[in-house]
């Protein structure tokens, strides 16, 4: 199941969980349809392509999607929450704010009305556009493919260099030695851990007046 939005960008299967459990899928008539799924099939994986959607985030937009059926056309729905999927270009119908929760996600329509599934009389069941909150019937199971998952980048650590730092700020802060700089001999390395502790200037200022090479040390 997804798990950010950058993860609705690509092939997206999108179901409830009813009894029996449904999924989104278009007839060759550019019906939207919610589909019973028989209990012996896979409930995260679509039988046929028809119940396949391709997410696409609106440009400039971060919260701000399409999806687009197999053949082409785009899910959208209108001002009074009728529900379609036979258009080929993108106006604000076609637009949908997905929000992800505990339970699933829920998806809100231009109107801010959002999507839901509805049992009917004869056991059927509707989709529409008309919930003003998101409950149970609001809120839907969107699965992808793992090669398509969004993959976050892992931000590596700086690395500190302990004696390049301190050479540094010697040569920022000595006031003599005709350009030479003179350091401590003590080891560069206990730099690392005052930084940790948020007191490298301390330390820094400290090594600093062992070699009286900073005009404001003692």
């Known amino acids: 199941m997804i798990e950010s939005l950058d993860d609705l960008v690509g092939p997206v299967f999108i179901t409830h969980p009813s009894d029996p459990t449904i999924c989104f899928t278009v007839d060759e008539g550019d019906r939207f349809l919610a589909y019973p799924l028989p209990e012996h099939v896979s409930q995260q994986e679509p039988i046929i392509v028809n119940q396949v959607f391709v997410g696409a985030r609106l440009l400039g937009t971060t919260d701000r999607f399409t999806f687009k059926s197999f053949q082409g056309k785009y899910f959208g729905s209108d001002k009074v929450g009728v529900v379609h999927c036979d258009v080929e ?64 980048k892992k931000v590596a650590k700086e690395k500190f260099d302990a004696g390049q730092a301190e050479v540094d700020n010697v040569k920022k802060n000595q006031s003599w030695g005709g350009g030479k700089v003179k350091l401590t001999s003590k080891d560069a390395k206990a730099l690392g851990k005052a930084r940790e502790e948020g007191r490298l200037n301390e330390a820094m200022l400290d090594r600093r007046a062992k070699v009286k090479a900073d005009r404001y040390c003692k």
């Open 89 to 152: 270009a993108i106006s604000g119908l076609e637009e949908w704010r997905p929000i992800i929760t505990d339970a699933g996600v829920a998806f809100q329509n231009a109107y801010d009305k959002f999507l839901m599934v509805d049992q009917v009389a004869d056991g059927g069941f509707k989709v529409r556009a008309d919930a003003d909150e998101t409950g149970f019937c609001e809120t839907f199971r969107v699965y992808c493919q793992a090669k398509f998952k969004y993959k976050r």
